[in-house]
C-alpha cells in the first residue's frame, strides 16, 4: 500500500494516537515546511504527519508555505496525502460536528503561491494540469468506507470553498458563495490540493465543521465556538483516521 501522509489543520498540531519514530526538518527548493516532518505509525500503518500551521499553531492560511509542504511530502515517498481542514458549514445540512469529505472546490484565495511552475530557474516546463475533479476518488471512497466502519455519519461530497483569510467572510461574501454552490468554506484547502495534483499525489480532504457560517445563524462567529467544535471534532477524526489505518495493513 502507498505511503500515506497527513497534514493536519487546526487543532491538529500533533495525530492522536500516532506513535513517533522520528521528526526531521526538511529544507526543499521552495523553503522550509510548516514544521519537521514526522515519521511514525498510527495504530501499526506508516505514515508522514505534517501540521501545517506549525507545531504550535502559528502559521496563519495565507502564510503557510504550501508548497514545500506538498514538495517536503513528495519527496519524502509520500503517495496518498489527507489534508485535514476545520471549515465553517454553509449548506443547511453542515452544522458543527459534521464531517465531510467533499468531491468539488472553487478557489476564492488571492497572492498565494499556487503552482510549483513560476518559470524560475529549476522549476519544471509548464504543465496544465487536469483539475476537473480535483479530489482523489479513491483516497474519498476510502475515508468514507473508513466513517462508516468507524460508525461516524459524513457527507460523502460537497464543495469546499477556499477563501484568503485569515479574517472570516461578511455575510454578503457567504451568501455568495452559497449561490455558487459551496457547502463549506475554509481558508487552507487551496492551494494544497493542486499543488498536489501538480506532484502527481492522490490527494483528499477530510473537513469538520466548527462552526456554522458567518451569516448563517445569529450572531457572530466566536473563537470559544471554533474551539469548542474543534476538541469534539478530534475525536471523531481522530478515530476515522485510526480505522483508515488499521484497515491499511489488515
Ligand atoms: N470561514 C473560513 N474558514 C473557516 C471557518 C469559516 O467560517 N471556520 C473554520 N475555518
Keep these: 500500500m502507498a505511503r500515506l501522509a497527513v497534514i493536519g489543520g487546526s487543532g491538529f498540531s500533533s495525530l492522536p494516537g500516532l506513535d513517533v519514530e522520528r521528526r526531521q526538518q526538511v529544507d526543499t527548493a521552495y523553503g522550509e515546511t510548516s514544521a519537521p516532518l514526522t515519521w511514525g505509525r498510527l495504530d501499526g500503518c506508516p505514515l508522514l ?4 500551521h506549525g507545531d504550535v499553531h502559528g502559521i496563519p492560511p495565507h502564510r503557510i508555505n504550501y508548497r514545500a509542504n506538498i514538495r517536503a511530502l513528495a519527496d519524502a515517498g509520500a503517495e496518498h496525502v489527507i489534508g485535514l481542514g476545520a471549515v465553517g458549514g454553509i449548506a443547511a445540512d453542515c452544522g458543527p ?4 469529505v467533499p468531491d468539488q472546490l472553487i478557489d476564492y484565495t488571492s497572492a498565494r503561491l499556487g503552482s510549483f511552475y513560476q518559470g524560475d530557474p529549476g522549476d519544471p516546463a509548464l504543465d496544465h494540469i487536469d483539475f476537473t475533479e480535483p479530489y482523489c476518488a479513491k483516497l474519498r471512497a476510502e475515508l468514507i468506507e473508513s466513517a462508516e466502519l468507524a460508525g461516524l455519519s ?12 485569515p479574517r472570516l467572510e461578511t455575510a454578503a461574501e457567504i451568501r455568495r458563495m452559497e449561490r455558487d454552490g459551496c457547502d463549506l468554506v475554509g481558508m487552507t484547502g487551496m492551494p494544497e490540493a493542486a499543488l498536489a495534483r501538480e506532484l502527481g499525489l492522490c490527494y483528499a480532504a477530510l473537513c469538520f465543521v466548527v462552526n456554522r457560517a458567518p451569516g448563517c445563524s445569529d450572531g457572530p462567529v466566536t473563537m470559544a465556538e471554533i474551539n469548542a467544535n474543534l476538541g469534539l471534532c478530534s475525536v471523531s477524526v481522530g478515530g476515522l483516521l485510526q480505522t483508515l489505518a488499521r484497515q491499511r495493513i489488515s
Design 49 to 52: 504527519f505534517l501540521p501545517r
Design 97 to 100: 460536528g459534521v464531517l465531510c
Design 154 to 165: 459524513v457527507r460523502a461530497k460537497g464543495c469546499y470553498g477556499a477563501t484568503q483569510g
